[in-house]
Antibody, heavy 118, light 110 residues
Framework: QVQLKETGPGLVQPTQTLSITCTVS????????MQWVRQTPGKGLEWMGF???????EYNSEFKSRLSISRDTSKNQVFLKMNSLKTEDTGVYYC????????????WGQGVMVTVSS | DIVLTQSPALAVSLGQRATISCKTN??????????MHWYQQKPGQQPKLLIY???NLASGIPARFSGRGSGTDFTLTIDPVEADDTATYYC?????????FGAGTKLELK
């Protein structure tokens, strides 16, 4: 069955870089978009960006200058890297599978809580 | 960016109908589809897809849930409401990038 699981550091210091891995099973990354969505107390649910089935990316301009999404199809993994973290980046980070036809996120990972604090 | 507006909270009695609205500041229709989707989120859990493209029931979702609307006005209906339906419900548009979400409607039981 379709499964997604995020793994990440939990605690990151301000100005540092956040790295999260989403490991998927039950489907191929070359057939679906993979999105990153975060949920913060200040802004609720925010779409951060996605990587298409073909490997190209799109980013929310809110994060564009400091966000990178990549993947390793051989390992069934998608990666989020965001630098220059601020306390406002504290929240839960989700990866989600998206369809290129319906453009809907049909499966979500459980999320990983990230706290930005010194 | 497309802004989605939802009422913050709704209280409904068990067995009654709950209607949750979502209004957008731009049309989210495109080539015959309305790119509006609904999710349910319970505390400590990830969002769960309920309805996609405005009115299509996601796999495994009970028929008590339904969606309708087009253009800029959309509704999610739960009929009849069960105790397990207490949650926050979010609408999300995927017509334009950045995809955006509403602030959520918290459904409570009277």
């Amino acid at each position: 069955q379709v499964q997604l699981k995020e793994t990440g550091p939990g605690l990151v210091q301000p100005t540092q870089t956040l790295s999260i891995t989403c490991t998927v099973s039950g489907f191929s990354l070359t057939s679906y978009y993979m999105q990153w969505v975060r949920q913060t107390p200040g802004k609720g649910l925010e779409w951060m960006g996605f990587i298409r089935s073909g490997g190209s990316t799109e980013y929310n301009s809110e994060f564009k200058s400091r966000l990178s999404i990549s993947r390793d199809t051989s390992k069934n993994q998608v990666f989020l890297k965001m630098n220059s973290l601020k306390t406002e980046d504290t929240g839960v980070y989700y990866c989600a599978r998206g369809s290129s036809t319906t453009r809907v996120y049909d499966y979500w990972g459980q999320g990983v809580m990230v706290t930005v604090s010194s | 960016d497309i802004v989605l507006t939802q009422s913050p909270a709704l209280a409904v009695s068990l067995g009654q109908r709950a209607t949750i609205s979502c209004k957008t500041n731009q049309n989210v229709d495109y080539y015959g589809n309305s790119y509006m989707h609904w999710y349910q989120q319970k505390p400590g859990q990830q969002p769960k897809l309920l309805i996609y493209l405005a009115s299509n029931l996601a796999s495994g979702i009970p028929a008590r849930f339904s969606g309708r609307g087009s253009g800029t006005d959309f509704t999610l209906t739960i009929d009849p409401v069960e105790a397990d339906d207490t949650a926050t419900y979010y609408c999300q548009q995927s017509r334009n990038l950045p995809n955006t979400f509403g602030a959520g409607t918290k459904l409570e039981l009277k």
